[in-house]
């Protein structure tokens, strides 16, 4: 089985800066694409950042210009470097994988979610 952990999220005053990270664990051939979603209680999931296998990253506009996606495919990790936080970032950020278990079949996985929460 494959799972995924976040860490990285807490409290911090806008202005301030989270790196997020989410470590892939089990049996897999590879990972493919990698997102960062963000959730707050009562909206909907939104895409906050994409990077591929290759390492090319895409934003949501809310995200351009003060988050980083960044991936080590040496350590089956992916971050999500987030920069001048603003309360509306708050949220539960979730990574999705892509992940190719066999060269034939990709399948999606999530993690658990890492709270985020930036004080006015």
């Known amino acids: 089985q494959v799972q995924l952990v976040e860490s990285g999220g807490g409290l911090v005053q806008a202005g301030g800066s989270l790196t997020l990270s989410c470590v892939a664990s089990g049996s897999f051939f590879r990972i493919d694409a990698v997102y960062w979603y963000r959730q707050a209680p009562g909206r909907q999931r939104d895409l906050v950042a994409s990077i591929t296998e290759g390492g090319i990253a895409d934003y949501a506009d809310s995200a351009k210009g003060r988050f980083t996606i960044s991936r080590d495919n040496a350590k089956n990790t992916v971050y999500l470097q987030m920069n001048s936080l603003k309360p509306e970032d708050t949220a539960v950020y979730y990574c999705?994988?892509?992940?190719?278990?066999?060269?034939?079949?990709?399948?999606?996985?999530w993690g658990q979610g890492t709270q985020v929460t930036v004080s006015s």
């Open positions: 999705k994988n892509s992940i190719r278990r066999w060269p034939w079949r990709v399948d999606d996985y």
